[in-house]
């Protein structure tokens, strides 16, 4: 298999954030318990499996990281993962790590993305009316009047808020709160959709991995040098004093290449961090940048399509 790149020394990082039924989230973060399940089975019998810190020294002596290796991550810290996907990671000894936002870990209450897509889809609203600058692509009046409507509403208004300052998103949020008949400061899922830190600790005793997602999962470029670092390290800092031990991978939120930069890739150095994860799509080859490791986004599909997902970002990363 050559051909596939299956031959030569690489790490694969797989991708996930939520394990379980779609409820009021986007779904293409889901991964059903059946597909998880398969997908992990056919993980240890088909690749190496890898703890993300043995992969990160291997990575870095080159041709000791050996062929097919392969990462488990996820991504936000949902609850589901402890839930759903960690009992069938246990079970079967299979290392994983969680990057965890901490300020859902203390408040309970679900990220912004969550809470917006709930709106979206929960409202008695037949449009909503953005005061915004239209300038950002977004158009000033988006109809709710359908399910598709309402999605496409959702990843429009999310794209908007993005990239912006925490403080506007902030602001923008409530008043998009406030015309689709919700109160900002509640959290629609009763602070049942996030991690706990019980959970965190439990999971970490048993030896999935923790990393770093900053406090509120910002795009870190919207940001000035100063917020940036404060994200950074006091996440950090406040992970490694509940779990009592260091906490040296780091993911950056949304991941993409507009989510990252060299700059930022440096601030991940200095706050201690030893590697971090993008979202840009491929495999990890000796020699690659630490602070700007590929995954592989893993979606809600059969067990022949996750294998050839895997095959072909090897192919597609020559």
């Known amino acids: 298999?050559?051909?596939?790149?299956?031959?030569?020394?690489?790490?694969?990082?797989?991708?996930?954030?939520?394990?379980g039924k779609p409820e009021f989230g986007e779904r293409s973060l889901y991964v059903s318990e059946d597909n998880f399940e398969r997908q992990v089975d056919y993980l240890l019998r088909r690749y190496r499996v890898l703890s993300f810190e043995n992969a990160v020294e291997l990575l870095a002596r080159g041709n000791q990281l050996g062929r097919d290796s392969v990462v488990l991550t996820f991504d936000d810290g949902y609850r589901d993962n402890y839930e759903k996907a960690f009992p069938i990671l246990k079970k079967r000894g299979c290392p994983a790590t969680i990057?965890?936002?901490?300020?859902?870990?203390?408040?309970?209450?679900?990220l912004w993305p969550t809470t917006l897509y709930y709106w979206c889809a929960a409202t008695k609203a037949l449009e909503i009316r953005l005061r915004v600058d239209g300038s950002d692509g977004a158009p000033p009046v988006l109809p709710l009047t359908t399910t598709k409507q309402?999605?496409?509403?959702?990843?429009?208004?999310?794209?908007?808020?993005?990239?912006?300052?925490?403080?506007?998103?902030?602001?923008?949020?409530?008043?998009?709160?406030?015309?689709?008949?919700?109160?900002?400061?509640?959290?629609?899922?009763h602070k049942a959709s996030m991690l706990t830190w019980d959970q965190l600790q439990e999971m970490s005793a048993a030896g999935i991995g923790i990393g770093g997602h900053t406090m509120t999962h910002p795009s870190l470029p919207?940001?000035?040098?100063?917020?940036?670092?404060?994200?950074?390290?006091?996440?950090?800092?406040?992970?490694?004093?509940?779990?009592?031990?260091?906490?040296?991978?780091?993911?950056?939120?949304?991941?993409?290449?507009?989510?990252?930069d060299p700059k930022l890739e440096?601030?991940?150095?200095?706050?201690?961090?030893?590697?971090?994860?993008s979202a840009l799509r491929g495999v990890n080859r000796p020699g690659a940048?630490?602070?700007?490791?590929?995954?592989?986004?893993v979606r809600n599909e059969p067990l022949p399509v996750f294998a050839l997902r895997l095959l072909s970002a090897a192919w597609r990363s020559e």
């Open 150 to 189: 309402r999605r496409r509403a959702f990843y429009a208004i999310k794209s908007l808020l993005i990239h912006r300052p925490s403080r506007d998103r902030e602001v923008l949020m409530r008043e998009i709160a406030e015309s689709l008949g919700f109160d900002a400061n509640d959290d629609p899922f």
């Open 99 to 110: 990057f965890a936002a901490t300020e859902p870990l203390e408040s309970g209450q679900a």
């Open 222 to 260: 919207a940001l000035s040098s100063e917020e940036c670092a404060r994200e950074l390290t006091q996440s950090k800092e406040l992970i490694e004093r509940k779990l009592n031990r260091p906490v040296t991978l780091f993911a950056y939120p949304f991941g993409g290449r507009d989510d990252f």
């Open 1 to 19: 298999m050559k051909f596939f790149g299956a031959a030569e020394s690489k790490l694969s990082i797989l991708m996930y954030h939520r394990v």
């Open 266 to 277: 440096a601030m991940v150095k200095d706050a201690g961090y030893k590697a971090a994860c």
């Open 289 to 297: 940048n630490r602070f700007a490791l590929r995954r592989i986004y």
